[in-house]
């Protein structure tokens, strides 16, 4: 593979345009080898824009996590209510168990969140 500015034998890739480049071209910024200042400024603003997703990602997990509880914690007073005041077998089984499915769903939330 040749360099696209020098014609000699490239060394590297750029990590954003996937030009190839020799020992003269490549700017290294951190780990990653570019080939320009542009490349480098727009790797770095897709790299925000990565931690940026991955953080609103973790936000909307945990808040996923405290709903879910919260409504294992309605379904299953709402289960002891059927239990006392209606006493529906289907209505009981059907609040209790969506209790624990929500209890299920608030536990896989909290794993993705950490």
Not at 74 to 80: D, H, I
Request: glycine share 8%; aromatic share 12%.
């Amino acid at each position: 593979m040749k360099c696209s500015i020098h014609n000699s034998e490239a060394t590297g890739i750029c990590a954003y345009c996937g030009r190839a480049m020799c020992g003269q071209c490549s700017r290294q910024p951190g780990q990653r080898m570019v080939c320009s200042e542009s490349c480098a400024s727009a790797l770095a603003h897709a790299d925000k824009a990565m931690e940026l997703v991955l953080k609103k990602s973790v936000q909307n997990a945990r808040a996923s996590a405290f709903y879910s509880y919260l409504c294992a914690a309605l379904s299953g007073g709402a289960a002891v209510g059927a239990w006392y005041y209606l006493p529906s077998p289907f209505l009981i089984w059907f609040t209790a168990g969506c209790s624990a499915v929500f209890v299920i769903a608030g536990y896989y939330y909290t794993r993705n969140a950490r």
